[in-house]
């Protein structure tokens, strides 16, 4: 990948402090990964999902220093509702002061409407497990209550969700307006709902915004691979070190050279999007920072 201009912020490298996850508690301080690619084979099917839960396990081992035994991978039958469910639950379960924890998804994802009154937007989002039509999909209320909730002081995870309506798919109460560069609030109108960890940090990258489309594409390789997952691996190992403002801008940035020059998203959508990825990227969190100038450290 080529970019136009070097962030100035990739010149500084994180510092020691920065880097260490250091655990005042009884083990030490693990890197913990669950990684779910779905392809629903016949019906629904999407290609590039295999392909990227490898580029994300060999990102996390190559780049961030997860251990292989640490990094959980659900693909083909293994991603039914169930599975995902205990596999969410165990991923957090007993973590303590100075865990890094990734949960990385990409399938599909849907919405529905909301009829709890917990979402701004009238609608809760979904991703969907293979067995989705009969076993149901997984809410974002769910997603929320399994892997946000758990979180103790000084603990961060991490979600990566490359699926189609996912930008507030973790129910987080802060979403970043890239072009603003400003925080919008996203907690629940209702105000009795409970969305924040129990004192830790969560942080969710989504490959669109909650009404937009996500495509599987071969347009970076002769492979298929989900747009953001693709776009994100290969920043981040051109730019160790950037932040992640700088990570979202790239991002964008890449994308809007493919729009310029024409992509190929999967068959079924070319007709829809004439050739163009049309999917904005974005981050939330349950705590606001500087994008600009917190390091992206998994």
Excluded at 118 to 136: A, K, M, Q, S
Aim: hydrophobic share 35%.
């Amino acid at each position: 990948m080529s970019c136009r201009k070097k962030p100035e912020s990739l010149n500084k490298m994180p510092s020691p402090s920065e880097i260490s996850r250091s655990s005042p508690g009884t083990r030490t301080a693990t890197k913990r990964a669950l990684l779910i690619g779905v392809t629903y084979k016949r019906k629904f099917t999407l290609k590039g999902t295999i392909n990227d839960v490898k580029s994300m396990r060999e990102l996390l081992i190559n780049n961030f220093g997860f251990k292989e035994e640490n990094i959980q991978v659900l693909t083909e039958q293994g991603t039914t509702r169930k599975k995902i469910l205990e596999s969410m639950e165990l991923l957090v379960k007993d973590c303590q002061a100075g865990d890094s924890l990734v949960f990385y998804f990409s399938g599909h994802g849907l919405r529905k409407p909301d009829f709890e009154g917990d979402e701004r937007d009238g609608f809760d989002e979904n991703i969907c497990p293979v067995d989705f039509l009969t076993e149901g999909m997984i809410s974002d209320n769910e997603i929320n209550s399994l892997i946000v909730w758990p979180l103790k002081k000084d603990v961060t995870l991490h979600a990566i969700v490359d699926a189609c309506h996912s930008g507030t798919v973790l129910d987080l109460e802060h979403v970043h307006n890239r072009e603003q560069r400003k925080w919008e609030d996203n907690s629940p109108p209702s105000g009795n709902t409970r969305k924040h960890t129990d004192g830790g940090l969560a942080i969710s990258i989504s490959a669109c915004m909650d009404h937009e489309i996500a495509v599987d594409t071969s347009a970076f390789t002769k492979t298929m691979n989900g747009a953001l997952t693709y776009l994100l691996v290969n920043v981040v190992k051109k730019y160790p070190g950037l932040t992640y403002g700088d990570l979202l801008d790239l991002i964008h940035e890449e994308l809007s050279k493919f729009n310029e020059g024409g992509c190929r998203p999967a068959k079924f959508l070319r007709k829809i999007f004439k050739n163009q990825l049309l999917q904005t990227p974005q981050i939330s969190s349950s705590e606001q920072f500087d994008v600009y100038k917190k390091h992206f450290l998994l």
